[in-house]
């Protein structure tokens, strides 16, 4: 049985996920980037783009940063277009949890107290 996190999921994410999964057209984004509010509580929007280039994709997720500038972690979605020939074009949606390398661990209190 698994146990709720507390974390919020904004309304402005859910919109935007809706918009990836189910849009059509010019106007479906390529990728939606989400982060977890500096407090801890919510996750919410931090990119949309309907950019598709890859490249883009890759250089919005190494520019997140937080409010103090420090790089941070971010989870994001991004719709991968494929061409299969005769059989046409199709797409799938890819979840991507980006960590970057200087990204610290946090060890609670409770964890360093049950592996002593």
Do not use: H, N
């Amino acid at each position: 049985m698994s146990m709720p996190s507390g974390v919020v999921i904004s309304d402005e994410c859910i919109t935007a996920s809706r918009s990836l999964r189910f849009g059509r057209g010019p106007q479906k984004p390529r990728f939606v980037i989400y982060k977890i509010s500096d407090d801890e509580t919510t996750v919410e929007l931090c990119k949309s783009s309907r950019e598709p280039d890859y490249k883009a994709f890759r250089q919005s997720l190494c520019e997140t940063a937080d409010s103090t500038g420090k790089l941070m972690p971010r989870y994001a979605a991004y719709d991968v277009e494929y061409d299969l020939g005769e059989d046409g074009k199709r797409s799938r949606l890819v979840f991507i949890s980006w960590v970057p390398q200087e990204t610290s661990l946090k060890v609670s209190s409770t964890t360093l107290s049950s592996t002593t």
